[in-house]
């Protein structure tokens, strides 16, 4: 037996079970470091990046120690974003298939707070949330931890920039001494080493190789004056023409002043930042996942945690200040099995930020003429779906079938024409081919869904 098969750990036959079935065999790097150190109960710092396996490494961690019979908190994951937490839980429950009546909540800042305590009272082994919402709950004493075993913190870094120190300490000193403490984060700044001083007990530290596999993802580098950038962007996608691009800027005002660069020529874009309520949030990630949203244009603490299947691009709009940043950016594209470019573009000043990048990757850049870019001539770079905003959701019983079945039934559009579907709370999203959105919008206007007419608008 390899010493990374999953079968080499300590693990319940259920457990191992699972993971077969979920087609997990061999252990990734993070999974190998962590894990036997998890599982005897000891304290971890884990330096990993989105895509690694670490949510799968602590989700194994902290189910082994659970209870099912005890309907109290026994593991809390702090993550930066509702996002991220949603997609954490998703995770967990896939994990915990092979045990039986393990119940997993999330609470997260944006949601109503009445329904979270209701679900609150009917118990749950793990919590996983964002820190604003956990501490809302621990203050109202909705929320016990008093028989907690294991706390992770999930992209810990992220956290701290967003400010959520003062919450996590204020968390973490409502918890028994004598608990578990995972940290994940993908670089390693002082507040983490102040965290894992004040709060962590001797905790032993692995590092999962950050750098990319360069056969995956191709990097190119532009040198431009500043006064270029918009328009090296636009240059940038004319040439290149991706379906699915992320372009990573500074700030909330250089994310503005770039989509509205990039609308004012065709090219269909929008922003995402810090300062945007959850409803538009959602909608702009489910339009750029259903793929009616070429460019999304990010702050890199607004794309923590997205997780987007087939990236083609990334475009630094500036470079990170930071090279381990900079790397963890770059490694949005180029995952499942897929080839990915991430283009760079560098003004005189930020120089020293190119360099280290080169020291952190021990390879010389590869540095390209802007001028040499030939822009593919066609039609400006449109999305090839359109997404239709449906005003019903999640708490109004709708289900994917039943926008599936208004579109397609009787004579209808061609399912093969219809892209995601995402439901929220109150809201719903479906993608559908260009060439057919107008046929689809009067479809949905004037039919019924669900036996009822919805309001329906094309975003």
């Known amino acids: 037996m390899t010493a990374t098969a999953f079968a080499s750990l300590p693990l319940s036959a259920a457990m191992l079970a699972n993971l077969e079935s979920l087609g997990y065999s061999e252990m990734t790097p993070i999974q190998a470091q962590s894990l036997p150190v998890m599982l005897k109960g000891m304290d971890l710092i884990a330096q990993a990046k989105t895509g690694s396996g670490k949510t799968a490494a602590f989700g ?54 009445g329904p979270q305590i209701g679900s609150l009272e009917h118990g749950a082994q793990i919590i996983v949330g964002t820190p604003g919402r956990i501490q809302q709950h ?5 929320l016990k931890l008093d028989g907690l075993n294991t ?32 940290l994940f984060s993908a670089t390693y700044p002082a507040g983490i080493k102040q965290l894992s001083a004040t709060f962590m007990r ?5 590092k999962a190789e950050a750098l990319h596999d360069d056969s995956q993802i191709e ?20 040439s290149f023409r991706p379906q699915s691009c992320v372009a990573f800027c500074f700030t909330k005002q250089q994310c503005q002043e770039l989509v509205e660069h990039l609308s004012a020529r065709g090219i269909s874009a929008a922003a995402l930042h810090g300062d945007l309520e959850q409803r538009d949030r959602d909608q702009v990630l489910a339009m750029f996942a259903n793929r009616s949203l070429s460019v999304l244009v990010a702050t890199d603490v607004a794309a923590r945690g997205l997780d987007i299947d087939a990236l083609d691009m990334v475009i ?26 991430a283009l760079s573009l560098v003004a005189p000043a930020e120089g020293h930020r190119a360099q280290a990048i080169e020291d952190l990757q021990k390879a010389p850049l590869n540095w390209q003429p802007l001028d040499a870019l030939k822009a593919k001539t066609g039609e400006p770079l449109q999305a090839p779906m359109v997404t239709l905003c449906i ?59 669900k036996g009822r007419s919805l309001r329906v608008r094309a975003l």
């Not at 309907?71 to 039986?100: H, M, N, S, Y």
């Open 138 to 142: 621990l203050s109202k004493g909705t």
């Open 60 to 113: 194994i961690g902290l189910l082994n120690p659970l209870n099912p019979r005890f309907f109290g908190c026994q593991a809390l994951v702090l993550c930066p974003t509702r996002e991220l937490a949603d997609q954490v839980a998703k995770e967990l429950r896939r994990l915990a298939r092979g045990a039986d009546n393990i119940k997993i909540l999330t609470l997260c800042g944006g949601v109503p707070f």
């Open 151 to 182: 706390l992770v913190l999930d992209e810990a870094d992220r956290m701290l920039d967003m400010g959520f120190y003062d919450s996590i300490a204020e968390i973490i000193q409502q918890t028994p001494a004598r608990r578990q403490t995972l």
């Open 391 to 449: 005003a019903a959701g999640r708490k109004d019983k709708l289900r994917p079938g039943d926008i599936l079945g208004a579109l397609t039934g009787e004579a209808g559009i061609p399912g093969a024409q219809v892209g995601k579907i995402a439901i929220f709370d109150y809201q719903a999203y479906v993608a559908v081919q260009r060439e057919v959105a107008k046929q689809a919008l009067k479809r949905l206007s004037e039919g019924k869904i």
């Open 316 to 341: 630094n709009v500036e470079l990170a200040r930071d090279a381990e940043i900079h790397i963890h950016r770059v490694g949005r594209t180029g995952r499942a099995g897929e080839k990915g470019l």
């Open 219 to 238: 990097q190119r580098f532009y040198e431009i004056a500043p006064e270029q950038r918009m328009d090296a962007v636009v240059k940038l996608l004319a």
């Open 202 to 206: 001797d905790p032993q530290q692995v």
